[in-house]
Nanobody, 128 residues
């Protein structure tokens, strides 16, 4: 059974930091691209960041560039999202996702359908 377990969310003041983790099991994580998406109340789920399986190339939404950093530890089958300089507009439920490398493209990293597996989400609330 494949599982993606997201954790690390919480309540933080604007300007603060959080580190999200996504622990995977049931897949050979190094063969999968990883990504973080988020969904704010009343809004569609949007791509935040992605990291490729092969060379660890990273991709970011314009809204988080320079503030968020995605990384992965294949030995631990875990992916991370370091979030700094948080803003109230970053408030959302954050989801991690994994895509088999054969079906993932750098150009399409924000497409939900490119991802085979999803975590349950962890809530991030940024107060002003």
């Amino acid at each position: 059974e494949v599982q993606l377990q997201a954790s690390g969310g919480g309540l933080v003041q604007a300007g603060g930091s959080l580190r999200l983790s996504c622990a995977t099991s049931g897949i050979i994580f190094e063969d999968y691209a990883g990504a973080w998406f988020r969904q704010a109340p009343g809004k569609e789920r949007e791509g935040v960041s992605s990291i490729s399986s092969r060379d660890g190339s990273t991709y970011y939404a314009d809204s988080v560039k320079g503030r968020f950093t995605i990384s992965r530890d294949n030995a631990k089958s875990t992916m991370y999202l370091q979030m700094n300089s948080l803003r109230p507009e970053d408030t959302a439920v954050y989801y991690c996702a994994a895509a088999a490398s054969g079906g993932w493209t750098a150009r399409g990293w924000q497409r939900l359908y490119e991802y085979n597996y999803w975590g349950q989400g962890t809530e991030v609330t940024v107060s002003s």
